[in-house]
């Protein structure tokens, strides 16, 4: 896989250490047990998988790049690069400015920019109105677009579909960046319609089969399907694809169950449409990896990376499931020995939690991170809890150990 140049600081000597040792050791990449770091009183287990992914590392690559090569221009992102907050702090410290912010709340008008601009569009993708918008004003927006290759492999995949006239069902969250931006590029062929989550596709399948009046669809699905939809013919042919951080077992259950509904519905296989996954190789590289991290018996888990990132708050649903877990976007969070400050993304509220960590020697912590995190920061979260123990071990020989 093609390397990337990134920012040194970015970058762990432990964790691409460790990486390496165990892609060395598992080439094939069949073996998702933990990696063990044992600094005696703490024990702490490292997913097989996790951090910066090939879109990340493109789309970081691109915008530094960029900065490089544009001195005294005016650099723009379209919005967040990626949802880590210390990527983006740094790319603002370089002076680039956000177009809009995550939820797509205009930052600056579209109408202030001129043709010399440069505008970067993040790993997300963006919508087709925004591109031919700022075509318009003369940007050259292919030229620094770091959309992941993912991304845009579920944008063929429904154009795909869109021509044997399915229509597309995007499994996402509607607020999300890469939602909108594959609705859009979904809906500009083929009728299209967002589901966040199982009770939402059970509504669904309620219209589909008939169960439910179609007299109040427009309403319960207002702001999710594109325009002119017809909910009367339009769900007849369907097709799944989905956001690519999403979990894939939802992802799966979601498609399976639509599908039983149309085979019941219209006696027809081809009514549904085949659209395998479409998620990323890191996400499911990375939940795959959480799996087998929680085969350990541990006392609590802890995952690090921006609160609004979707691939990370899968990975931290999928923790809570079995033990307490802890969601910190740096090793500043764990104010002590005593006390953590954590992200509940359900609730979207910051909490200080005391008490934390169990009095037993020693304790055992799982520990992962998103795709839009550095490892710089899972080694800094490393060495805080390290040092929260009197540890005599040093990472450095670790590092020593796994090379």
């Not at 083929?190 to 427009?218: C, Q, W």
């Not at 920061?377 to 450095?396: G, P, R």
Request: charged share 25%.
């Amino acid at each position: 896989m093609k390397q990337f140049t990134i920012p040194f600081t970015y970058r762990s000597p432990l964790i691409s250490a460790i990486k390496e040792n165990r892609k060395r050791n598992d080439k094939m990449k069949k073996d998702f047990s933990p990696t063990l770091l044992d600094f005696g009183p703490v024990q702490i287990y490292l997913a097989r998988h996790f951090g910066f992914c090939y879109g990340v590392e493109n789309a970081i690559e691109i915008a530094f790049k960029t900065i490089d090569e544009n001195p005294g221009k005016r650099i723009y992102l379209l919005s967040e690069m990626i949802h880590n907050p210390k990527v983006n702090e740094d790319l603002q410290k370089r002076g680039v400015q956000f177009l809009q912010d995550t939820y797509g709340k205009q930052l600056v008008p579209f109408e202030s920019l001129h043709e010399n601009d440069v505008v970067i569009i993040p790993a997300f993708g963006t919508t087709i109105a925004i591109e031919e918008k700022l075509r318009s004003l003369g940007i050259a927006i292919e030229k620094y677009n770091t959309t992941c290759p993912f991304v845009e492999k579920v944008w063929n995949r429904s154009e795909q579909i869109a021509l044997k006239k399915y229509t597309v069902v995007v499994h996402g969250k509607p607020s999300h960046e890469e939602t909108r931006a594959t609705f859009s590029h979904a809906a500009i062929n083929t009728p299209t319609i967002i589901v966040n989550n199982m009770a939402e596709t059970h509504i669904l399948g309620d219209y589909i089969s008939g169960k439910r009046s179609l007299d109040d669809f427009y309403e319960v699905f207002a702001g999710r399907y594109s325009d002119g939809f017809n909910a009367a013919t339009d769900l007849q042919r369907i097709g799944v694809v989905n956001q690519t951080t999403m979990l894939a077992s939802d992802t799966q259950a979601i498609a399976d169950y639509l599908k039983m509904v149309m085979l019941d519905t219209f006696k027809d296989e081809d009514r549904f449409a085949d659209t395998r996954d479409t998620l990323c190789y890191a996400t499911t590289d990375n939940q795959s990896a959480v799996y087998g991290l929680l085969d350990v018996a541990a006392d609590l888990a802890i995952v690090v990376g921006g609160y609004n990132s979707s691939n990370t708050s899968h990975l931290v649903e999928l923790c809570e499931e079995k033990l307490p877990t802890y969601f910190i976007d740096n090793a500043d969070k764990i104010l002590s020995a005593e006390e953590i400050s954590h992200f509940n993304f359900h609730t979207k509220t910051v909490l200080q939690t005391k008490g934390y960590l169990p009095q037993k020697e020693p304790v055992k912590i799982l520990m992962t991170s998103g795709a839009s995190c550095p490892d710089a920061m899972v080694e800094d979260v490393i060495n805080k809890l390290a040092s929260l123990f009197n540890s005599d071990m040093h990472t450095s020989e670790l590092v020593r150990h796994f090379a």
